[in-house]
């Protein structure tokens, strides 16, 4: 059975970092597509940033570009979203999601949120 583990959210000046990962466990799976959702209180959840499977094409919303990076990490099947120069405007749970492959099926997981606070 596949599991998604999210952590890496807290509290931080303007201008500091955070690193956002989540760990895929279970047995013999694949990593395809994943990316990450906020949702900041009173608003709706938007993308911020996603990455494919094969080709590893990355985009980002225009909101992050430059500050934010998404990668994964083979080795330890984890998925990860680097935050830099952070604004009080990043303020929000973040979520992230993984499709994964094994023999039996092929489905989007979801992390269980972590929340972000900048303060200005």
């Known amino acids: 059975q596949v599991q998604l583990v999210e952590s890496g959210g807290g509290s931080v000046q303007a201008g500091g970092s955070l690193r956002l990962s989540c760990v895929v466990s279970?047995?013999?799976?694949?990593?395809?597509?994943h990316g990450w959702y906020r949702q900041a209180p009173g608003k709706q959840r938007e993308l911020v940033a996603s990455?494919?499977?094969?080709?590893?094409?990355?985009s980002y919303a225009d909101f992050v570009k430059g500050r934010f990076t998404i990668g994964r990490d083979n080795a330890e099947n984890t998925v990860y979203l680097q935050m830099n120069g952070l604004e009080p405007e990043d303020t929000g749970v973040y979520y992230c999601?993984?499709?994964?492959?094994?023999?039996?099926?092929?489905?989007?997981?979801w992390g269980q949120g972590t929340q972000v606070t900048v303060s200005s």
């Open positions: 999601y993984v499709h994964v492959t094994t023999q039996a099926s092929a489905d989007t997981y």
């Open positions: 279970g047995s013999e799976f694949s990593i395809g597509f």
């Open positions: 990455m494919s499977a094969v080709v590893g094409a990355i």
